[in-house]
């Protein structure tokens, strides 16, 4: 089987699926079965590109599924998995190199700045379906993990439809633009997160200074 009969298969698959089998296939790549969404959404967008799907019912149903499977995370951590890590933790700290002072320290940590770190992960491949997990554990706010999330899962949803639109025929080029768009994201995170620690620093001066002045 060629590159091109791959591509056309997994064209034919998400065919048949429909938008309902992106928002499925979105839900399980985005919570506890990672897969690549590059062999969901891409595919899609080479059947907008043709004029079998809406671009905007593809982009709402990869979004959805995405919120849906980090939403399942989130939930799960949250009622589930710090109980069982407390207890694993306390048998085996010495293995795991791990106590429960450095875990109170992640849920500070993600209750202080949980936002940009939702919102960055979502963009970095393998993170962005595992960020969801430590924001269950710090009991992030459900409204700001919501919007952090779809905002992220939103970039990247129209990222991968736009490849698929623009190369989806020529699987070469997808990948070596995935790669460039990988390279930019990752670049792009940082430059979101000297901002942000800019801005952070920023306010501890204008703290300090007011309360010296004060």
Do not use: C
């Not at 992960?121 to 999330?149: E, H």
């Not at 080029?173 to 460039?180: R, T």
């Amino acid at each position: 089987m060629t590159l091109i009969d791959i591509v056309e298969w997994l064209v034919g698959l998400i065919d048949s699926l429909g938008y309902f089998g992106i928002f499925i296939l979105m839900t399980i790549e985005s919570s506890f079965i990672p897969f690549p969404s590059e062999i969901v959404l891409t595919p899609a967008g080479v059947l907008v590109q043709r004029g079998k799907m809406n671009f905007f019912l593809v982009f709402f149903a990869g979004v959805l599924g995405s919120l849906v499977g980090a939403l399942i995370n989130y939930y799960l951590a949250y009622y589930l998995g710090r109980k069982g890590i407390n207890k694993l933790i306390a048998k085996r700290d010495k293995f795991f190199f791990l106590n429960e002072e450095s875990l109170k320290k992640t849920d500070k940590f993600f209750h202080e700045h949980g936002e940009v770190a939702n919102f960055t992960g979502r963009l970095i491949p393998i993170v962005r379906q595992l960020i969801s997990i430590p924001a269950g554990f710090a009991k992030m706010n459900i409204i700001k993990f919501v919007i952090y999330t779809v905002i992220g899962a939103g970039i990247w949803t129209f990222i991968l439809i736009g490849l698929g639109y623009l190369y989806g025929d020529n699987i070469e080029l997808v990948k070596k633009n995935l790669g460039v768009i990988h390279w930019l994201l990752i670049t792009f995170v940082l430059v979101i997160i000297l901002i942000y620690l800019l801005i952070i620093k920023k306010r501890k001066n204008r703290e300090i200074n007011k309360n010296f002045l004060g």
